[in-house]
């Protein structure tokens, strides 16, 4: 398993929740996405290899931070203030560096976040 996300559950509106996402092999750009139910899949976040050149989605910006954590290779996502409109299974991908935001070719699993209101 090249990606594996953990840390979805309950929170109410308001709260907080932390999701990782623990990657094997190559990491080049690793990114957030998440998609609700009906819904098309949306772009949360991504991160570059040092974790130092980030992007959000317009609808987390200002709540959510990503990092990375190179010698554990994983992978995180910091919600704050979550909103009920942020219900939805996240997946964690990647991509390689040169391929740009259009191919993710590796996902995760999914972690299902509900925030109740």
């Known amino acids: 398993v090249q990606l594996q996300a953990s840390g979805g559950g309950l929170v109410q509106a308001g709260g907080s929740l932390r999701l990782s996402c623990a990657a094997s092999g190559s990491t080049d750009v690793m990114g957030w996405f998440r998609q609700a139910p009906g819904k098309e899949r949306e772009f949360v976040a991504r991160?570059?290899?040092?974790?130092?050149?980030?992007a959000y989605g317009n609808s987390v910006k200002g709540r959510f931070t990503i990092s990375r954590d190179r010698a554990e290779n994983t992978l995180h996502l910091q919600m704050n203030n979550l909103k009920p409109e942020d219900t939805a299974v996240y997946y964690c991908?990647?991509?390689?560096?040169?391929?740009?935001?259009?191919?993710?070719?590796?996902w995760g699993q999914g972690t299902l976040v509900t925030v109740s209101s």
């Open positions: 991160a570059n290899w040092s974790g130092v050149q980030t």
């Open positions: 991908a990647k991509r390689p560096s040169a391929t740009g935001d259009s191919w993710w070719p590796v």
